[in-house]
């Protein structure tokens, strides 16, 4: 039995309270819901069902728009899914990039069965082993007041893995359309011009 006190939505409030023009990548359920529970926004990117692919597809913004912070907030669920994203991601590091996975060590969505990272399966060090040069395991309050400057401040790749509460929050749900996600970010990252784009 884990004995996590760090909350989800608490620690991310904090972390991204001053964000500024950091574009968000979530991954399925919580970590989508988590994010949009702080406020809707056009430099949010939600992936309804793309399970495994937030840290990739935050990699490809990272290396496009070098100049903006890329932050990518997932579960372990998800992040275990697309562990092999750490290697690419070692090997290009990209300075602009952070991680967060909000590590419950339960596939919520699913029926909270255990994860991999509740049986020994260590996230910041697969990372750090991978070329991420800042790693780091969240588990006290103390520690989480670090987690704005590692996702918004400090050089990339990072990883930073909270070790957050098992609990069922309400659903904040935001707009669930692909294509208007799709040209909303785009439009709030390249502005109108972006809208006739292909």
Known sequence: MTDFVLHRREILATALADRGDALVVTG??????????????????????????????????????????????????????????FTTIGARRPSNLAICVLDNERYTETGRQPTATGLGTDLAAVAKACGFPKTATIRTEAEAGQLGDLLLRTPGPVMAVAKVVDEQLPMAVPPRDGGYLKTRFRIGLLGEKAATLP
């Open 28 to 85: 399925l359920g919580s970590s989508t819901w988590d994010l949009a529970s702080l406020g809707d926004r056009p430099e949010n990117f939600y992936l309804w069902g793309a399970m495994g692919n937030s840290a990739m597809i935050g990699l490809g913004l990272a290396i496009a728009q070098p100049e903006r912070r890329v932050v990518v907030v997932t579960g372990d669920g998800e992040m275990l899914m697309g562990l092999t994203s």
